[in-house]
């Protein structure tokens, strides 16, 4: 077995009390179709308490399939709550990296660390063309419990970066600037997969990731692909399923997640609900697969305010999943109780030049939907459920916002906080920063934080009485080493829905 066959690393994710998934790829040639042999092959796992494996509590011995290139998911039980564990594979006489998990609280114990807390990091958005990920060798140092990652964990775009060893892979079809066959994305993932930075975040932590549009293609809903496309870009519905079912495939390939897997399919079922302890529910979206088109194709998803709230039949959820949330949170009896999901959830109006002409707003995100927006957070009020906090990316800068059922309304009560990530590494697209802090003062005074200049992650640490998140930037994405810094720290305090500068 060649020495490089571990190439894309290895990953845990979806951690329960007594169990978490443990994921590996075998593939030497990860940007060339894995490299592996077309036959199936056995890999050994092994998981620990200590990392030098003196004390083994669980091992086995699992086939990489080759009709799933190669990869492995393991989904480990009878681990005791709470816990840290080590994990490995060995394939042949190779051994992989070694990573670290961590196993959830028990159902209605304390509070997930013997310190009375849960930390996590807020990641998304990490266009690999952009520069280098000096956010996941932060994210790896702060050992956190979790990494949450909300999506566009790969971008589909053809070759085209200012960095010579940041090119893209090239698609099968060039010129679309989007990926199409599984052998597409196949590669794509395994360029993003073989960086170290990357590697080292997942060998640190278990991960709970969702994806948003560009794993499968630019602002697509459902089995519409990109509004706007034209020519060969633009593909009828049951070409797009195929596209689809081509990359949620590779996403499947690629990720520690606990899910089921049809191949062909276009569908795959990923939002799920994960429990740690008494402290804190976790609530995972997907508001892609089963969203509506947007009101209106227009560029860059930016539209006229009018048409979201128009937009009465719409929903970025379904409405299964909407009715799955909400039995959650009335079901819920944690302490802090999470929604995970991509786009962000408070209202952005803006004015272009700021204070005259029409309201615009960017129609991709939960303002292209906001009746659907007012049932989600009625359902948030009206459940009670303790402290719900909602936890964005999507939009490549970081912001802080309060959440209100009717954002026009800016006396009424907030019903819950957000925290928007900026991007690890995808360009800040949208407008300059004087604008955006130009129409906050007017029109969007529930922001209470916006800055879209750097990249980085969100760090956060939720105990009993708290829910803190610390801003950390890039200072330099030209640089693999370059320094992160905190920019800002926000604090939600238990039984107060909204978020104050500590």
């Not at 429990?275 to 804190?280: A, K, M, R, Y």
């Not at 937009?311 to 929604?339: H, K």
């Amino acid at each position: 077995m060649a020495d490089g066959v571990f190439g894309v690393g290895v990953a845990s994710g979806d951690p329960l009390p007594d169990g978490v998934i443990l994921w590996t790829r075998l593939a030497p040639k990860p940007t060339e179709g894995g490299g592996m042999p077309a036959r199936d092959v056995p890999v050994d796992w092994q998981i620990a308490t200590d990392e030098s494996f003196r004390s083994v509590v669980r091992a086995g011995t699992q086939n990489a399939q080759a009709a799933y290139a190669h990869s492995v998911h393991v989904d480990v039980r009878g681990l005791d709550p709470g816990h840290d564990y080590f994990y490995r594979f060995r394939a042949g006489t190779v051994l992989s990296p070694v990573g670290r998990t961590r196993t959830a609280a028990a159902p209605g114990s304390g509070p997930q660390a013997a310190s009375g807390q849960l930390s996590f990091a807020l990641a998304s958005c990490q266009d690999f063309q952009n520069g280098y990920w000096a956010a996941f060798d932060a994210i790896a140092a702060d050992h956190p419990d979790l990494v949450v990652h909300v999506g566009d964990y790969i971008y589909e775009y053809d070759p085209d970066s200012r960095f010579p060893d940041r090119r893209h892979t090239t698609p099968r079809t060039p010129g679309l600037d989007q990926l199409q066959t599984l052998a597409d994305y196949r590669d794509r993932y395994g360029q993003y997969k073989a960086d170290p930075a990357l590697q080292a975040a997942h060998r640190a932590a278990p991960w709970i990731v969702t994806w948003d549009d560009h794993e499968v293609e630019n602002n697509y809903a459902g089995l519409v692909d990109e509004a706007g496309d034209t020519g060969a870009r633009h593909q009828d519905p049951a070409a797009f399923a195929r596209q689809r079912a081509a990359a949620y495939q590779a996403y499947y390939e690629h990720m520690p997640i606990r899910a089921q897997l049809n191949p062909g399919s276009p569908d795959l079922r990923i939002y799920r609900r994960l429990t740690f302890g008494s402290l804190v529910t976790f609530n995972v979206m997907d508001t892609r697969q089963y969203r509506t088109p947007v009101p209106e194709p227009a560029p860059q998803g930016i539209g006229a305010a009018a048409l979201g709230a128009d937009n009465t039949a719409g929903t970025m959820a379904g409405a299964e999943q909407e009715r799955w949330l909400r039995a959650g949170l009335d079901a819920s009896r944690t302490r802090w109780n999470i929604i995970a999901q991509q786009t962000m959830m408070a209202q952005l109006d803006g004015q272009l030049p700021a204070g005259s002409g029409q309201l615009l707003t960017n129609l991709d995100q939960n303002d292209g939907y906001r009746p659907y927006r007012r049932r989600l957070l009625s359902g948030v009020r009206d459940s009670h459920a303790s402290n719900p906090i909602v936890l964005s990316g999507d939009l490549h800068c970081a912001w802080v916002n309060d959440l209100r059922v009717d954002f026009d309304r800016p006396e009424t009560p907030a019903v819950a906080a957000e925290f928007v990530c900026t991007s690890i590494s995808s360009a800040f697209f949208l407008v300059s920063d004087d604008f955006v802090r130009a129409n906050n003062d007017r029109l969007n005074p529930h922001v209470r934080y916006f800055r879209g200049d750097r990249r980085g992650y969100t760090r956060i640490r939720i105990t009993p009485q708290e829910c803190r998140a610390e801003m950390r930037t890039v200072t330099d994405l030209s640089s693999r080493d370059s320094p992160v810094t905190t920019d800002a720290i926000y604090v939600v305090e238990d039984g107060i829905p909204t978020a104050q500068p500590a």
